[in-house]
């Protein structure tokens, strides 16, 4: 203040009139910073919720070393009776010390007053994933070289040191064997290879005949609640229970196939010693995956690094979700928001149009305008009851009644699925397209509408050629908001589709391809089953976290195929035919 | 051409008041041609509102053919409103209405049978401030064709060099007819407008203050153009420029407040008016 007062001085001698005083004073700049702050403050939390959660999520698939920790004999922490531990070091932080008494504080040594938590794996053994010990307990950590960590079909990671492979034909070879690591890597090769071999056979040609399975069981129940078949009925009936056999007969040689390779996935053995000494077997078909940690260059790190990553991505989910990958998530997610897109952009459209080129302005159109308004404030949740009722019950109902009534009471369309999600997401972004749209509508000059219909133009041609081209940049970008809403909504789906574990993609190699009554996975569900429905949060955070960056990511890639297509749609309608 | 719809209303006994508006179109018709010197655009005690705002009162007006006939007057007085409804442009705003009638060679804009569509085919129009379509060069000026359903190339190609060259912008365009029209400056995007209201052989051009955003040589051009296109349309011109007015029009009709105080040859308008009040307008002593 008083060194405005003294630059102020001279003014107040130039100009003795106090208004143009005031006028000299640059003003409204004080409101520069604050419009300045708060974006500031809302750019200051999206970095660091973006780098919170990048960080975290491609941490996940960091390769880190695995520390030995062993334990002053003087002190009494101990790790499953013994002095020694194994582990990921993956937060070091200061104890919670409330629950000690006063004097007990006071003794505590500095050191005692931190701890580290540690990634043990090992959860068939030890029962627990992670651990915490007082730092002042620990004598040394180091980080022996011959450390393996295995990623397991069953019971998460594993930190051991490797001891022997037991061969199917007898022969052993220890783990000090120079040939040992590139043995053992091939035959973890093999075993992936076969396990895709099963997958596929399980998954999609044993899959298809059991769908065909499951529809021929569904006519046959049908004919057998018949009180008196027709005779036309009664050749149908016979040529169902004939495909039936077929079906059979081609079952059972997969299902043995399959069984053959997967008897061969436990051929080999693999003994191991875990940190307390003990010696573990497993077969050599359990490891999915696994490195020597604390041996690993920055390159080797990396390699691991993208493997572990795209494994994730592309990979289906194991273990009620907490390990594997989440590929069907990911599907889920895209095929629901392109479907969503779909739906609602010809609604939206179509809807401002209405409003805003057709019908008469006025007081109903006002009220119309403030219900779609407010429409966009319902609670996403109701809109999922509405889906629900009107879309599930009602109309997929009507739909089973009418086409699928074979197969009642179980449903077809009659249940959550992929298109009533859909439909009920575009419901509940259609608000934000229209207004957009509609805005984007207005803003097409009067002049140019004048100037269509002056040429002698209908009221469609002037929309159809000038006005609609002329607004899709605006209307795409109402279609980015409504993907953007729509991506990350998780309430109302879990009334009207979502699952947390679908057996199948919606989209597949079985006609008819598109399955839109499936139930579907989704990466905002995922996100919540794994985070607050899994045994062990502890162990499934760095999975929600990996989760969440890529819903992130794809929105992000989502809206930049849309911003693509508007950028796109700009240049081609302001210099070309139409 | 009208007669084949008389069977239709015969049919629709009901709509009783189109009758009614048929018959006071039949009979003015019947005057008109037993008038010997039938006008080509007349206007009958026309007027007009805006809800229940009277912005034009008791209109009447022969606009000949193939003339050049400006419409002046101080700001808001009508004339853009007159000018609008020629081709039915206020239809767009809610709440007008009108009385009287305006004919064009024999026939009323407001017949009920007759399309707005078909009737602004035949009638272009040039505004006040230059709207160009967000479109190309090219495709601003076939606009009218191709809404019309006119598709041939050759046709489209023929219709583009003609309407260019008769606005007087083909040598400055023609090698950038696929560019978006917005990359032309502001008198030639006006000219582009006026080529894109010829593009398809209106008989009326209508012209609202046309050159009114542009500077003396812009502004020479599109007077020249008018001289030019007076062989071809019927062209109605608003102008605030009395100069203007006196250079190019044949006719010149005087309005204030929404009333026609004097309408005759823009000669005697300009130097020997009947009217007091059109003396003084002219001679820039108002108001
Ligand atoms: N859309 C409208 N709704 C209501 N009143 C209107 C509308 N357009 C014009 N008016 C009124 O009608 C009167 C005539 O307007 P008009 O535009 O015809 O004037 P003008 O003679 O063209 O004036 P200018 O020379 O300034 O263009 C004015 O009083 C104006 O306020
Ligand atoms: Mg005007």
Redesign the interface.
């Known amino acids: 203040m008083g060194t405005d007062a003294n630059r102020r001085a001279p003014e107040d001698i130039v100009c003795k009139d106090a208004d143009s005083r005031r006028s000299t004073r640059p003003r409204g700049e004080t409101f520069v910073w604050v419009t300045a702050m708060g974006l500031t403050v809302g750019l200051t939390m999206i970095v660091f919720l973006l780098g919170l959660v990048v960080v975290n999520g491609f941490g996940v698939f960091w390769p880190r070393s695995v520390a030995l920790i062993e334990f002053r004999e003087d002190r009494g922490t101990r790790f499953q009776g013994g002095t020694k531990a194994l582990g990921v070091i993956t937060i070091e932080q200061e104890r919670d010390v409330r629950d000690l008494s006063l004097e007990q504080r006071a003794s505590l040594h500095a050191a005692d007053r931190r701890e580290k938590q540690l990634f043990l794996g090992n959860r068939d053994a030890f029962g627990q994933a992670f651990a915490f010990f007082p730092a002042g307990d620990i004598r040394s950590v180091t980080y022996p070289d011959d450390v393996i960590r295995a990623e397991r079909l069953e019971w998460g990671d594993a930190l051991f040191f490797p001891v022997r492979l037991e061969m199917e034909d007898g022969s052993v070879i220890q783990a000090d064997d120079p040939t040992f690591n590139s043995l053992l890597l091939k035959r973890v090769d093999d075993v992936a290879a076969r396990r895709a071999q099963i997958h596929q056979i399980e998954r999609y040609e044993i899959g298809r005949i059991n769908l065909q399975m499951h529809q021929l069981e569904q006519e046959e129940r049908f004919y057998s609640r018949q009180d008196e078949l027709t005779a036309q009925q009664r050749s149908d009936r016979a040529a169902v229970a004939r495909r039936m056999d077929q079906l059979r007969a081609q079952y059972q040689p997969l299902a043995d196939q399959a069984a053959r390779l997967r008897s061969k996935q436990h051929q080999d053995t693999f003994v191991y010693r875990l940190v307390t000494g003990d010696e573990r077997s497993m077969s050599v078909g359990q490891i999915v995956h696994y490195y020597y940690p604390n041996r690993l260059t920055l390159v080797g790190r990396a390699q691991i690094f993208a493997g572990q990553l795209w494994r994730f991505l592309s990979g289906f989910p194991r273990e009620a979700n907490t390990e594997g990958g989440i590929f069907p998530a990911i599907f889920g997610t895209f095929v629901m928001t392109l479907m969503m897109s779909v739906a609602v952009m010809p609604f939206g459209v179509m809807a401002a149009i209405y409003l805003r080129e057709y019908a008469?302005?006025g007081l109903f159109v006002r009220a119309v305008r403030i219900a779609i308004n407010n429409l966009a404030g319902v609670p996403s949740i109701v809109f999922g009851i509405f889906g629900l009722g009107f879309f599930v019950y009602f109309v997929g109902g009507g739909i089973d009644r009418m086409f699928f009534d074979r197969a009642l009471p179980t449903p077809t369309f009659g249940t959550g699925g992929i298109l009533w999600a859909s439909l009920t997401l575009a419901l509940m972004t259609v608000p934000v397209v229209i207004v957009a749209t509609e805005e984007a509508l207005a803003a097409v000059?009067r002049?140019?509408?004048?100037?269509?219909?002056?040429?002698?133009?209908?009221k469609w041609?002037t929309i159809r050629?000038?006005v609609l081209?002329?607004s899709a940049p605006g209307i795409m970008t109402g279609l980015v908001l409504a993907m953007a809403r729509g991506a990350g909504e998780v309430a109302p789906l879990m009334l009207v589709g979502v699952v947390a574990l679908a057996p199948n993609l919606p989209l597949d190699s079985v006609f008819p391809f598109i399955h839109l009554e499936r139930k579907f996975m989704h990466l905002g569900f995922h996100i919540y089953d794994l985070g607050f429905q899994s045994p062990d949060s502890e162990a499934a955070k760095p999975m929600v976290f990996a989760t969440t960056l890529v819903l992130i990511l794809l929105v992000v890639v989502l809206n930049l195929v849309a911003i693509l297509v508007r950028n796109h749609l700009r240049k081609k309608?302001?210099?070309?035919?139409? | 051409m009208n007669d084949k719809h008389d069977g239709t209303v015969a049919a629709t006994g009901g709509a009783s008041e189109i009758q009614q508006r048929r018959v006071q179109v039949a009979q003015r018709r019947k005057k008109i041609d037993n008038d010997a010197s039938a006008q080509y655009i007349q206007v009958c005690d026309h007027s007009f509102f805006y809800g229940s705002a009277q912005v034009l009162f008791d209109l009447n007006m022969d606009i000949p053919e193939r003339q050049v006939t400006a419409l002046i007057g101080p700001s808001g007085c009508g004339k853009s409103t007159l000018l609008r409804n020629f081709?039915r442009?206020n239809d767009?705003i809610?709440g007008i209405s009108h009385r009287g009638d305006i004919l064009i060679d024999g026939r009323s804009i407001y017949d009920p049978y007759l399309e707005v569509?078909?009737l602004?085919?035949r009638?272009?129009?040039v505004?006040q401030?230059s709207?160009?379509?967000?479109?190309?060069i090219?495709?601003n000026i076939v606009?009218?064709l191709?809404?019309?359903g006119r598709n041939r190339r050759a046709e489209l190609d023929e219709t583009v060099e003609r309407s260019l060259r008769a606005a007087a912008l083909w040598d400055e365009v023609k090698d950038r007819l696929?560019?978006?029209a917005?990359s032309l400056s502001g008198g030639q995007m006006q000219r582009l407008?006026i080529a894109?209201?010829i593009?398809?052989r209106p008989e009326i051009l209508l012209m609202d203050e046309p050159c009114s955003a542009l500077d003396p040589v812009a502004t020479g051009k599109i007077e020249d153009l008018i001289h030019q296109l007076k062989e071809e349309y019927t062209i109605i011109i608003v102008t605030h420029n009395m100069q203007q007015a006196a250079r190019v029009s044949d006719r010149t009709a005087f309005l204030y407040m929404g009333r026609l105080i004097e309408y005759d040859d823009t000669e005697t308008i300009f130097t020997n008016p009947t009217e007091e009040q059109t003396e003084a307008y002219v001679s820039g002593r108002f108001g």
């Open positions: 008469r302005q000059p002049g140019v509408r004048e100037g269509s219909l002056a040429c002698g133009a209908s041609q050629y000038l081209p002329a309608f302001t210099a070309d035919k139409f | 081709n442009m767009l809610d569509i078909s602004r085919k009638i272009g129009m505004f401030k709207n160009p379509f967000p479109k190309s090219y495709e606009y009218s191709r809404v019309a696929r560019e978006t917005f407008c894109r209201a593009a398809n």
